[in-house]
């Protein structure tokens, strides 16, 4: 079936750090693949998305590849803000007729000053 | 401007009531979603609809009721029979094509009084 694994959170940095957070997947075919951001007490807002093997997804600073020889999709930002931090999800959604959304478990991020 | 409305953003149930949490949109979407969230958990499938009239069972469908009457609305009853309704609410709405990115509202938190 389909699944996608996130690393465990929290990950906390300084403001300024690099980031990284890891994304694999699990999917038959060629899915598609979001990266999600919720702030606290909000809803989910799309953050970035990447429809095909090899592209490169970026929004506000964040950029996401997809990598289907190594099944993953690990978002990054070279410098990070305290307003970066919250809860970041990686989903999938099979390119196969009407799919749900496969969701992560979620990562957290905290961003000190 | 578009979006998914959720309301209230706060609700309370006391013990054996139903209570119905509201879901809008003025995308034009044909899929509407709900989904439950727990504190520090990932994103649970309570029940979906791709069309009007139309809605199946997600993940966690349990002690939960929905319709679909018209296009842009999806409401939630919480019964009770669900024994752990506490969680914050999620709805969410997409085009009809599988690999399009879901939009979010702002949650209802559901608390036991």
């Known amino acids: 079936g389909n699944s996608v694994t996130q690393m465990e959170g929290p990950v906390t940095l300084s403001e300024e750090a690099f980031l990284t957070i890891n994304c694999t997947y699990t999917?038959?075919?060629?899915?598609?693949l979001f990266w999600y951001v919720q702030y606290p007490g909000e809803g989910l807002q799309l953050l970035l998305k990447?429809?095909?093997?090899?592209d490169k997804g970026s929004n506000k600073g964040f950029e996401a590849t997809y990598r289907k020889e190594t099944t993953s999709f690990h978002l990054e930002k070279g410098s990070v803000q305290v307003s970066d931090s919250a809860v970041y999800f990686c989903?999938?959604?099979?390119?196969?007729?009407?799919?749900?959304?496969?969701f992560g478990t979620g990562t957290r991020l905290l961003v000190s000053p | 401007d578009g979006g998914i409305t959720q309301s209230p953003k706060y609700l309370f149930r006391k013990e054996g009531q139903n209570v119905t949490l509201s879901c809008e949109q003025n995308?034009?979407?044909?899929?509407m979603y709900w989904y439950r969230q727990d504190p520090g958990q990932g994103l649970r499938l309570i029940y979906y609809?791709?069309?009007?009239?139309?809605?199946q069972k997600g993940d966690i469908a349990e002690g939960y009721s929905v319709s679909r009457e018209k296009k842009e609305s999806f409401p939630l009853t919480v019964t009770s029979a669900q024994k752990n309704p506490t969680a914050f609410y999620l709805c969410?709405?997409?085009?009809?094509?599988?690999?399009?990115?879901?939009?979010f509202g702002d949650g209802t938190r559901l608390s036991i009084l």
């Open positions: 989903a999938l959604s099979p390119n196969t007729g009407f799919q749900k959304l496969v």
């Open positions: 609809s791709q069309i009007v009239n139309d809605f």
């Open positions: 969410a709405s997409s085009l009809y094509s599988g690999n399009q990115p879901q939009h």
């Open positions: 995308l034009n979407h044909d899929a």
């Open positions: 990447a429809t095909k093997a090899d």
């Open positions: 999917a038959t075919g060629y899915p598609s």
